[in-house]
T-cell receptor
Framework: DVKVTQSSRYLVKRTGEKVFLECVQD?????MFWYRQDPGLGLRLIYF???????EKGDIPEGYSVSREKKERFSLILESASTNQTSMYLC??????????????FGPGTRLLVL | AQKITQTQPGMFVQEKEAVTLDCTYD???????LFWYKQPSSGEMIFLIY??????QNATEGRYSLNFQKARKSANLVISASQLGDSAMYFC??????????????FGKGTKLTVNP
């Protein structure tokens, strides 16, 4: 059973703080993703990684960075949190291509509020 | 680039009845994959069903089935015998290839389904 966990379900931070969101998957998946979800906008890809120490920008990378030092862990970093980064953050993982469905498996999400 | 459109912001259905959630897509790739996810109020995205563009038959998973009409570029989700626990947001998504053999999912804006007792 695939399991993706995120370090916090709810987080409250102040403007200007450095924020770390952690994601861990236990299925040895190569690919990991960070999305943010906002009402009326659906899910938007921030960053993804298809291998350890590899990272690629998604659709909305500004204001974010990521780190993948180990295969199972993918961290999202808000260098200086701003109020417009208040959102729901979802982490996902998937195996590399070659599997039929190539489904992405999601964590429970982190609701971040920046004051 | 791929695009997913879900035109129903909200849908209501009576318990035990069937409901169809609409999804249309746009892509120029001959090979593609379509997904449906359920997101309860708890927030987790739960994978429901997948349809590949070359699959000969419509996908089914228990009470979920996909009405795939390739010529119309639609991939509607049909939920039979609705249950109160089906109340959630439902997202249609399409696979978009990325470098390195990875992929991202392009999501629609979702449909909020409410099942009434």
């Amino acid at each position: 059973d695939v399991k993706v966990t995120q370090s916090s379900r709810y987080l409250v931070k102040r403007t200007g703080e450095k924020v770390f969101l952690e994601c861990v998957q236990d299925m040895d998946h190569e690919n990991m993703f960070w999305y943010r979800q906002d009402p009326g906008l659906g899910l938007r890809l921030i960053y993804f990684s298809y291998d350890v120490k590899m990272k690629e920008k998604g659709d909305i990378p500004e204001g974010y960075s990521v780190s993948r030092e180990k295969k199972e862990r993918f961290s999202l970093i808000l260098e200086s949190a701003s109020t417009n980064q208040t959102s729901m953050y979802l982490c996902a993982s998937s195996p590399s291509t070659g599997f039929r469905a190539e489904t992405q498996y999601f964590g429970p999400g982190t609701r971040l509020l920046v004051l | 680039a791929q695009k997913i459109t879900q035109t129903q912001p909200g849908m209501f259905v009576q318990e035990k009845e069937a409901v169809t959630l609409d999804c249309t897509y746009d892509t120029s790739d001959p090979s593609y994959g379509l997904f449906w996810y359920k997101q309860p109020s708890s927030g987790e995205m739960i994978f429901l069903i997948y349809q590949g563009s070359y699959d000969q038959q419509n996908a089914t998973e228990g009470r979920y089935s996909l009405n795939f009409q390739k010529a119309r570029k639609s991939a509607n989700l049909v939920i039979s015998a609705s249950q109160l626990g089906d109340s959630a947001m439902y997202f249609c998504a399409m696979r978009e290839p990325l470098q390195g053999g990875s992929e991202k999912l392009v999501f629609g804006k979702g449909t909020k389904l409410t099942v009434n007792p």
